[in-house]
C-alpha cells in the first residue's frame, strides 16, 4: 500500500489527490520522521478512546477530566496544522521566511510575541523551532549599535545594544513607536524581554555554535540597560514608554510639564529574568569571568526588588526619585494595581514564593482586574500616562486611551499567557480554565483579536471589528494570543533550564488523576516524553524508559543532560491532595480537534484543482527529501505545507458550529476556508522563495537542496 501511494505521490497523474490524508499522514512518517503526529480525527493506536473516565486525543491522553484534557489537547493543535483552530502556519510570512505578527500587521514586536515565544520554546517541534529563531533575529539583525539609524518614518540612532519596537528585515523602529514617541526613552524593558526570550532558546537548544553568535549580542543589550542602573539604589531609572507594555508607562511629570525619569518596577522585574538566565549561559560555556560579573548583576538587582513593592507585598508599576510609589490600591493618586509586573514576576520566577503568593492574593482579591475571566493591565484607571496625568477620565482619555481598550486596562493575550504561568506556579487552575477557556471561544470563533477590548468583553473591538482599518473577513489570528495555549502546556511541568540540567515542577491540574503528553520536550539533542500519575504536588516516584531513580526533592525534579538518554519516557507520580475546585466553565467542544466518527458522514472532498499543483510538487520534494542529511528542518517544513493543505480540506467540511462570541454565518465559514487556503497557500509559496534564494546565493548544501526541488518540478 505505502509503495502504491509513493508511486502516485510522484506520478502526473492526479488520481491520488482524494487520498491527500494519506499522502500527508505517509509524508509526516516516512519523509520527516515524525511517527508522533496524527491527523485531527485519529486515535492513537493502543488507546480506549471512548472509554469512561478517559480522553484519548491527538497530542495528549490521560484519565479524569475529560474537558481539562480536551482543553490541553486543542491547546497543542495551535502549533500544528489542524481544521479545528488556528495554527502557527496563519502566522508565516513568506517573504521574509519568518513569523509575523499577523492580521496585516507588518512586523514582529517584542511586546506581542513574548508570551507566546517563552512559553512555547520547549514545545516547538521543527520548522517552528528554527522559524522563532529566525524570527527573533529580526531585532538582532537590527541592534543598535550608535551608527543604524532605524525605519525611515522613525530614524533614530539608538545606542549600542538597544533592541527595540518593531522589526522587519533591514528595518527596525527603535522606541515605542505608537504615541509622541519623539519624547519617548528607548525601549529598555523590550530589550531585556529579548535578553531573556534569547536565553530561553539557548538553554533550550543548547547549541554551542549559536552561543558564539548571541551571547556578545546579548551581553551588549545588558550592558545597555546597565547604563541606567543608579548605584544609590541600584533600581533603573528611566524615562515614558519605555515598558514593555507600552506607553502605558509615563516617567515622572515635572514642574514645567515635561516628563522625567522613574524607577520602573517592570525592568527590574524582565532584567533580573534575564540575569538569571545569562548567569547560566555563561556556566554552560565555562567563563568564570563573565559568569562572576554577572552574578554581581543578578545579586545586587535581586536585592533592590524590596524598594519596589507596596506595603501589601505586591509590585508597584514605578517608584519616583523623591518616594512616591505609583500602583498602590487605596491611595488617592496612582491608586491601581498593575497587572503586567506583577504576572511576569511571579511567571519569570523573580518574586519568592511568599511575595508570589501576596500578588495572587491581591489580584484575586481584586475582581475588577479580571472581569471577564482575562487579566487586566491595570485596574482601576492609570492616572499618571503622559496624555493623562492627573485623571481617569476626560479630555485625553477618548477612544483607545479610555480604560479598558488598549495599553490602559486592556487585555492582551501575551500577558495573559504568562498570567496562566503564574496560576499554574501557584496550582491556581480554575483560573487556567477560565482564563484558557475563553480564549478558545474567541480561537474557535476565528477572532484572536489584540488587544481585546472593554476590558475583555471584546463585544466591538475597537481595532478588528467589522468596518475598522485591520478587518479582515477570514477573522483575526495575532500571535499574542498563541501565548495562552502555549502556557496551558508549559505550565503543566514548569520547564527550567538550566546550564546543566532541566528542572522539572509537575503542575497536572488535581481534576486530572494521569496525563501523557505524546509530544515530545526539546532538551539539546534530547527528546523527553513525560506522562503524570497525579495525586498532589509533591513527587513521590520517577521513572525514566520504565527504570526508577532516586527522588532527591518532593518539590522538583532535575534532569541531568549528560544522564538522559536520547529519548526518555519520564514517569512521574505526585502526592499529597489537591485542593477541591469546582469547574466554572463548560469547554467549547465545537468544532472538535478529535471527534467521534459518523458512519453517516460523508468523507471531505478533493482540494479545488488550483491548489493540487502545489501538492504535488511538495510531495515529490518529500520523498528527495527522505534520505537526504541534514535536511531535517526542510522536510519538516514540508510535511507542516502539506498537512496546511490537508487542514484546509478537511476546514471545508467541518461544521464550525454558530459561534460563541462572534456569530459563524455561511459567510464566514466560507472566509475562514478562504483563509486556510491562503495560508497553505503561503507555505508553499515561502518554500518556493527558500528555494529560489538558495539556488542563487546559497551554499553547497543550499545549492543541492535547490536543485532537488527544481527536479520537484512537474
Given at each position: 500500500m505505502m509503495m502504491k501511494m509513493l508511486e502516485l505521490m510522484t506520478s502526473k497523474s492526479t488520481d491520488w489527490l482524494p487520498n491527500i490524508r494519506m499522502v500527508a499522514w505517509i509524508t509526516a512518517t516516512l519523509v520527516a520522521g515524525h511517527g508522533d503526529r496524527t491527523l485531527a480525527g485519529e486515535q492513537p493506536a493502543g488507546v480506549?478512546?471512548?472509554?469512561?473516565?478517559?480522553?484519548?486525543?491527538?497530542?495528549?491522553?490521560?484519565a479524569g477530566d475529560e474537558e481539562f484534557l480536551r482543553l490541553i489537547d486543542e491547546s497543542f493543535a495551535f502549533f500544528h496544522p489542524n481544521p479545528a483552530v488556528p495554527n502557527l502556519t496563519m502566522l508565516y510570512k513568506p517573504g521574509w521566511d519568518t513569523f509575523s505578527e499577523g492580521n496585516g500587521w507588518q512586523g514582529w514586536w517584542i511586546q506581542n510575541s513574548y508570551g507566546f515565544s517563552y512559553a512555547a520554546t520547549p514545545l516547538l517541534q521543527d520548522p517552528w523551532f528554527s522559524m522563532l529563531q529566525r524570527s527573533w533575529d529580526l531585532f538582532w539583525d537590527n541592534q543598535g549599535d550608535g551608527k543604524r539609524i532605524g525605519r525611515p518614518d522613525f530614524p533614530l540612532v539608538a545606542p549600542d545594544g538597544c533592541l527595540g519596537d518593531c522589526a522587519a528585515p533591514g528595518s527596525i523602529v527603535y522606541k515605542q513607536g505608537d504615541g509622541d514617541w519623539?519624547?519617548?526613552?528607548?525601549?529598555?524593558?523590550?530589550?531585556?524581554?529579548?535578553?531573556?526570550?534569547?536565553?530561553?532558546?539557548?538553554?533550550?537548544?543548547?547549541?554551542?555554535?549559536?552561543?558564539?553568535?548571541?551571547?556578545?549580542?546579548?551581553?551588549?543589550?545588558?550592558?545597555?540597560?546597565?547604563?541606567?542602573?543608579?548605584?544609590?539604589?541600584?533600581?533603573?531609572?528611566?524615562?515614558?514608554?519605555?515598558?514593555?507594555?507600552?506607553?502605558?508607562?509615563g516617567g515622572v511629570k515635572q514642574p514645567d510639564g515635561s516628563f522625567?525619569?522613574?524607577?520602573?518596577?517592570?525592568?527590574?522585574?524582565?532584567?533580573?529574568?534575564?540575569?538569571?538566565?545569562?548567569?547560566?549561559?555563561?556556566?554552560?560555556?565555562?567563563?568564570?569571568?563573565?559568569?562572576?560579573?554577572?552574578?554581581?548583576?543578578?545579586?545586587?538587582?535581586?536585592?533592590?526588588?524590596?524598594?519596589?513593592?507596596?506595603?501589601?507585598?505586591?509590585?508597584?508599576?514605578?517608584?519616583?526619585?523623591?518616594?512616591?510609589?505609583?500602583?498602590?490600591?487605596?491611595?488617592?493618586?496612582?491608586?491601581?494595581?498593575e497587572g503586567v509586573a506583577n504576572a511576569d514576576a511571579v511567571a519569570l520566577r523573580v518574586a519568592d514564593d511568599l511575595t508570589s503568593n501576596r500578588?495572587?492574593?491581591?489580584?484575586?482579591?481584586?475582581?475588577?482586574?479580571?472581569?471577564?475571566?482575562?487579566?487586566?493591565?491595570?485596574?482601576?484607571?492609570?492616572?499618571?500616562?503622559?496624555?493623562?496625568?492627573?485623571?481617569?477620565?476626560?479630555?485625553?482619555?477618548?477612544?483607545?486611551?479610555?480604560?479598558?481598550?488598549?495599553?490602559?486596562?486592556?487585555?492582551?493575550?501575551?500577558?495573559?499567557?504568562?498570567?496562566?504561568?503564574?496560576?499554574?506556579?501557584?496550582?491556581?487552575?480554575?483560573?487556567?480554565?477560565?482564563?484558557?477557556?475563553?480564549?478558545?471561544?474567541?480561537?474557535?470563533?476565528?477572532?484572536?483579536?489584540?488587544?481585546?477590548?472593554?476590558?475583555?468583553?471584546?463585544?466591538?473591538?475597537?481595532?478588528?471589528?467589522?468596518?475598522?482599518?485591520?478587518?479582515?473577513?477570514?477573522?483575526?489570528?495575532?500571535?499574542?494570543?498563541?501565548?495562552?495555549?502555549?502556557?496551558?502546556?508549559?505550565?503543566?511541568?514548569?520547564?527550567?533550564?538550566?546550564?546543566?540540567?532541566?528542572?522539572?515542577?509537575?503542575?497536572?491540574p488535581g481534576s486530572i488523576t494521569q496525563y501523557t503528553q505524546q509530544q515530545p520536550v526539546r532538551f539539546g539533542e534530547k527528546r523527553l516524553y513525560l506522562s503524570c500519575r497525579n495525586g498532589g504536588p509533591k513527587i513521590a516516584a520517577v521513572t525514566i524508559n520504565g527504570e526508577a531513580i532516586k527522588v532527591t526533592s518532593p518539590d522538583e525534579l532535575a534532569l541531568m543532560y549528560d544522564a538522559l538518554p536520547a529519548e526518555a519516557k519520564i514517569e512521574i507520580t505526585t502526592e499529597g491532595g489537591w485542593p477541591k475546585e469546582s469547574p466554572t466553565a463548560a469547554y467549547p467542544v465545537v468544532p472538535a480537534l478529535v471527534a467521534k466518527d459518523d458512519p453517516a458522514a460523508a468523507p471531505p472532498a478533493a482540494l479545488p484543482e488550483s491548489l493540487q499543483g502545489p501538492v504535488a510538487v511538495l510531495t515529490a520534494m518529500g520523498k528527495l527529501l527522505a534520505a537526504e542529511p541534514g535536511a531535517s528542518d526542510e522536510r519538516a517544513f514540508v510535511t507542516a505545507a502539506l498537512e496546511a493543505f490537508e487542514a484546509r480540506r478537511l476546514r471545508a467540511a467541518t461544521d464550525p458550529g454558530p459561534g460563541y462570541y462572534h456569530a459563524i454565518t455561511p459567510q464566514r465559514k466560507a472566509d475562514v476556508t478562504t483563509f486556510f487556503e491562503e495560508t497553505a497557500l503561503g507555505m508553499y509559496e515561502g518554500f518556493v522563495a527558500r528555494m529560489g534564494r538558495w539556488a542563487a546565493r546559497g551554499d553547497a548544501r543550499q545549492q543541492r537542496l535547490a536543485a532537488l526541488f527544481a527536479e520537484a518540478q512537474p
Amino acid at each position: 500500500m505505502m509503495m502504491k501511494m509513493l508511486e502516485l505521490m510522484t506520478s502526473k497523474s492526479t488520481d491520488w489527490l482524494p487520498n491527500i490524508r494519506m499522502v500527508a499522514w505517509i509524508t509526516a512518517t516516512l519523509v520527516a520522521g515524525h511517527g508522533d503526529r496524527t491527523l485531527a480525527g485519529e486515535q492513537p493506536a493502543g488507546v480506549p478512546g471512548d472509554a469512561p473516565g478517559r480522553y484519548a486525543g491527538r497530542f495528549c491522553t490521560g484519565a479524569g477530566d475529560e474537558e481539562f484534557l480536551r482543553l490541553i489537547d486543542e491547546s497543542f493543535a495551535f502549533f500544528h496544522p489542524n481544521p479545528a483552530v488556528p495554527n502557527l502556519t496563519m502566522l508565516y510570512k513568506p517573504g521574509w521566511d519568518t513569523f509575523s505578527e499577523g492580521n496585516g500587521w507588518q512586523g514582529w514586536w517584542i511586546q506581542n510575541s513574548y508570551g507566546f515565544s517563552y512559553a512555547a520554546t520547549p514545545l516547538l517541534q521543527d520548522p517552528w523551532f528554527s522559524m522563532l529563531q529566525r524570527s527573533w533575529d529580526l531585532f538582532w539583525d537590527n541592534q543598535g549599535d550608535g551608527k543604524r539609524i532605524g525605519r525611515p518614518d522613525f530614524p533614530l540612532v539608538a545606542p549600542d545594544g538597544c533592541l527595540g519596537d518593531c522589526a522587519a528585515p533591514g528595518s527596525i523602529v527603535y522606541k515605542q513607536g505608537d504615541g509622541d514617541w519623539k519624547t519617548h526613552d528607548w525601549f529598555y524593558e523590550a530589550t531585556a524581554a529579548g535578553v531573556v526570550m534569547q536565553a530561553e532558546i539557548l538553554l533550550t537548544s543548547r547549541d554551542r555554535k549559536a552561543l558564539t553568535d548571541y551571547l556578545p549580542k546579548m551581553a551588549r543589550a545588558c550592558d545597555f540597560i546597565e547604563k541606567t542602573r543608579d548605584p544609590k539604589n541600584n533600581l533603573f531609572l528611566v524615562g515614558p514608554a519605555c515598558n514593555l507594555l507600552a506607553p502605558s508607562y509615563g516617567g515622572v511629570k515635572q514642574p514645567d510639564g515635561s516628563f522625567g525619569k522613574g524607577y520602573l518596577a517592570g525592568l527590574s522585574i524582565n532584567y533580573l529574568a534575564a540575569l538569571d538566565r545569562m548567569v547560566e549561559l555563561y556556566k554552560f560555556v565555562g567563563d568564570k569571568e563573565q559568569r562572576a560579573e554577572y552574578e554581581r548583576r543578578q545579586k545586587i538587582t535581586r536585592e533592590s526588588l524590596p524598594q519596589l513593592l507596596a506595603p501589601a507585598g505586591y509590585f508597584v508599576k514605578s517608584l519616583e526619585p523623591g518616594g512616591v510609589k505609583h500602583g498602590v490600591l487605596g491611595q488617592p493618586q496612582y491608586g491601581y494595581l498593575e497587572g503586567v509586573a506583577n504576572a511576569d514576576a511571579v511567571a519569570l520566577r523573580v518574586a519568592d514564593d511568599l511575595t508570589s503568593n501576596r500578588i495572587y492574593q491581591q489580584i484575586a482579591a481584586l475582581p475588577a482586574i479580571r472581569p471577564f475571566d482575562f487579566l487586566l493591565t491595570n485596574a482601576p484607571g492609570l492616572d499618571d500616562t503622559y496624555w493623562s496625568w492627573g485623571q481617569t477620565a476626560g479630555p485625553g482619555l477618548e477612544g483607545i486611551h479610555q480604560f479598558g481598550e488598549w495599553v490602559n486596562g486592556g487585555v492582551w493575550g501575551t500577558v495573559e499567557g504568562r498570567a496562566i504561568l503564574m496560576y499554574y506556579r501557584l496550582g491556581k487552575f480554575e483560573d487556567i480554565r477560565r482564563s484558557a477557556t475563553r480564549a478558545m471561544k474567541w480561537a474557535k470563533d476565528f477572532q484572536m483579536d489584540a488587544p481585546w477590548s472593554q476590558r475583555g468583553e471584546n463585544t466591538a473591538n475597537s481595532w478588528f471589528g467589522e468596518g475598522k482599518w485591520l478587518y479582515k473577513p477570514g477573522g483575526s489570528v495575532m500571535i499574542d494570543n498563541f501565548a495562552i495555549p502555549a502556557a496551558t502546556i508549559r505550565g503543566l511541568f514548569d520547564y527550567d533550564y538550566r546550564a546543566d540540567r532541566l528542572i522539572l515542577r509537575p503542575r497536572v491540574p488535581g481534576s486530572i488523576t494521569q496525563y501523557t503528553q505524546q509530544q515530545p520536550v526539546r532538551f539539546g539533542e534530547k527528546r523527553l516524553y513525560l506522562s503524570c500519575r497525579n495525586g498532589g504536588p509533591k513527587i513521590a516516584a520517577v521513572t525514566i524508559n520504565g527504570e526508577a531513580i532516586k527522588v532527591t526533592s518532593p518539590d522538583e525534579l532535575a534532569l541531568m543532560y549528560d544522564a538522559l538518554p536520547a529519548e526518555a519516557k519520564i514517569e512521574i507520580t505526585t502526592e499529597g491532595g489537591w485542593p477541591k475546585e469546582s469547574p466554572t466553565a463548560a469547554y467549547p467542544v465545537v468544532p472538535a480537534l478529535v471527534a467521534k466518527d459518523d458512519p453517516a458522514a460523508a468523507p471531505p472532498a478533493a482540494l479545488p484543482e488550483s491548489l493540487q499543483g502545489p501538492v504535488a510538487v511538495l510531495t515529490a520534494m518529500g520523498k528527495l527529501l527522505a534520505a537526504e542529511p541534514g535536511a531535517s528542518d526542510e522536510r519538516a517544513f514540508v510535511t507542516a505545507a502539506l498537512e496546511a493543505f490537508e487542514a484546509r480540506r478537511l476546514r471545508a467540511a467541518t461544521d464550525p458550529g454558530p459561534g460563541y462570541y462572534h456569530a459563524i454565518t455561511p459567510q464566514r465559514k466560507a472566509d475562514v476556508t478562504t483563509f486556510f487556503e491562503e495560508t497553505a497557500l503561503g507555505m508553499y509559496e515561502g518554500f518556493v522563495a527558500r528555494m529560489g534564494r538558495w539556488a542563487a546565493r546559497g551554499d553547497a548544501r543550499q545549492q543541492r537542496l535547490a536543485a532537488l526541488f527544481a527536479e520537484a518540478q512537474p
